[in-house]
């Protein structure tokens, strides 16, 4: 299992509340997946902001399980998302974004700035760039074959 | 999303409304490209003051039509981007490319 931690691991202290749900690997869903973390972490109050930049790093993650990991649709007969997500009490959030999908061979030049596989389907290569910029920490795991999970934490400050 | 157009002259003005993400990029593309096609515009405008979301396949997406302007000897403009709109452009380093107004009263 290889994996690259942009910053330090994940705390592990026991959260307020927490999610756990999976959806067909549809673009359709890349709102749909907005809307569950927006509702979730909505329960924080968050601040605009802090609220946009969750969205938009989440929304980022599950397009790569959409776009890249299930990309040989003939082999996933059952290509699926699996999302979830935890607060804790100081505000920070942690969301997890789960594929059983290809996998990533290379994490490190997948993180790369403009770095990306599919460039005649106008991907700008700037995904995980974004969700960097917009956390506070990123974790990223990946086995060729099985999968990638991506782990987004960000703390969040009541609006 | 939701998205209508307006040419003046050869002014394509393009006003999107809502959630730009890799779903809607992907049937806007094929949209936009066939307007161009057809009008041939010297200038296209994407009007962003309703656009409240954007992600990276978003940037693609303009990217895209600016490398298609480009081509075609025209320019691109984005009209009213909001901040995390206008963050993201930076944050890909395109705003060297790509050039942002500010307009008080859009017309639809
Ligand atoms: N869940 C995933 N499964 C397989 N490959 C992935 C996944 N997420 C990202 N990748 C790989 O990492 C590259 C970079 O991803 P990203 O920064 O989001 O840019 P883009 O999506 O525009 O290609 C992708 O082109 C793809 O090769
Ligand atoms: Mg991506």
Redesign the pocket.
């Known amino acids: 299992m290889k994996s690259v931690a942009v910053l330090k691991k994940p705390k592990m202290i026991t959260g307020v509340n927490s999610f756990e749900c999976s959806f067909d690997a549809k673009s359709i869903n890349e709102s749909f997946a907005r809307l569950l973390v927006s509702a979730f972490v909505s329960q924080l109050d968050p601040t605009v902001a802090d609220m946009t930049d969750l969205k938009t790093a989440v929304s980022?993650?599950v397009?790569?399980?959409i776009?890249?990991?299930y990309r040989d649709r003939e082999k996933y007969k059952n290509a699926r998302v699996y999302l979830s997500g935890v607060y804790f009490p100081d505000g920070t959030v942690s969301i997890t974004v789960k594929?059983k999908?290809?996998?990533?061979d290379d994490i490190k030049q997948?993180?790369e700035p403009l770095?990306?596989?599919?460039p005649s389907d106008e991907?700008?290569?700037?995904?995980?760039?974004v969700i960097a910029g917009l956390s506070d920490k990123l974790k990223v795991s990946?086995d060729v074959g099985k999968?990638?999970t991506?782990t987004i934490e960000k703390k969040v400050f009541g609006g | 999303m939701y998205v209508n157009y307006e040419t003046e002259g050869k002014t394509l003005t393009v006003h999107l409304y809502g959630e730009l993400d890799h779903h809607y990029a992907s049937l806007l593309r094929v949209e936009v490209d066939a307007r161009i096609k057809r009008e041939k515009p010297k200038e296209l405008l994407l009007e962003l003051t309703n656009m409240v979301f954007m992600d990276?396949s978003g940037l693609?997406f303009i990217m895209g039509r600016l490398r298609k302007m480009q081509k075609n000897e025209g320019t691109m403009m984005l009209v009213n981007p909001n901040r995390a709109v206008e963050r993201m452009i930076n944050m890909a380093g395109i705003d060297k490319f790509i050039k942002i107004i500010r307009k008080e009263s859009v017309t639809k």
């Open positions: 980022e993650a397009t790569n399980c776009v890249h990991a594929d999908g290809c996998g990533i997948a993180m770095y990306t596989t599919s991907r700008s290569g700037m995904g995980f760039t990946s999968g990638t991506v | 990276s693609g």
